[in-house]
């Protein structure tokens, strides 16, 4: 990415070079900032292992189409509507979840991360995952990246299963000093997984 001046304004240009060759899509939305600073952490780290695009924030209008355009997509989310049964991002994720479950994405890598509060929040740590996860899963998608919930401290999430959370689950807010460890073992895990 880079800057320049037009007249009296800055204007960022983004690298679409990075774009158009990238085979990873990283995808967020964010209500507070978290997720989107979680992106970027991913980015960075997964940049050292393979080809992604940099972070790109979900367009309600654009993001189905561009989800074609990668051979696997990093989807970020926070939970906002605590204790939800759905809608639980409070994005724009859940505008679009309905259209992303009848997408085609049949046998495309797709992993999941979030960003919760796990002490203010503990009874619903990073539930949005969960929905996220369930929403492309049934679009076909092959779903990678579950992980383990030992070292967490956290009371209850949706997004557990036999376990596992079906993603990565990030507390910036509490544990912001565990993030880099937590997402180089994530992306790690990702390239095993075969999503490159």
């Not at 960075?44 to 979900?58: Q, W």
């Not at 503990?122 to 030992?150: N, R």
């Not at 000093?177 to 997402?183: A, D, K, S, W």
Request: glycine share 10%; with cysteine.
């Amino acid at each position: 990415m880079c800057t320049f001046r037009v007249g009296h304004r800055r204007v960022i240009k983004r690298n679409f070079n990075n774009m158009i060759s990238a085979k990873v899509g990283l995808y967020y939305t964010t209500t507070s900032g978290f997720t989107k600073e979680a992106a970027g952490i991913i980015h960075d780290e997964f940049s050292k292992r393979g080809v992604i695009s940099e972070p790109i924030e979900v367009d309600a209008s654009s993001a189905l189409n561009s989800f074609r355009d990668f051979s696997a997509l990093l989807v970020g989310t926070p939970t906002w509507n605590t204790g939800a049964e759905e809608m639980r991002s409070g994005t724009t994720w859940d505008n679009i979840l309905e259209e992303v479950r009848s997408e085609n994405l049949q046998g495309k890598k797709v992993a999941v991360f979030g960003c919760g509060d796990s002490i203010s929040y503990g009874d619903y740590f990073c539930d949005a995952i969960e929905e996220i996860h369930s929403a492309f899963a049934k679009s076909g998608a092959m779903m990678v990246g579950k992980v383990d919930t030992s070292g967490y401290d956290f009371i209850h999430s949706k997004s557990v299963q036999d376990g596992y959370f079906l993603g990565l689950a990030l507390d910036q807010v509490n544990e912001e000093h565990l993030t880099e460890e937590r997402v180089r073992a994530w992306c790690s895990q990702l390239i095993k997984e075969g999503v490159e």
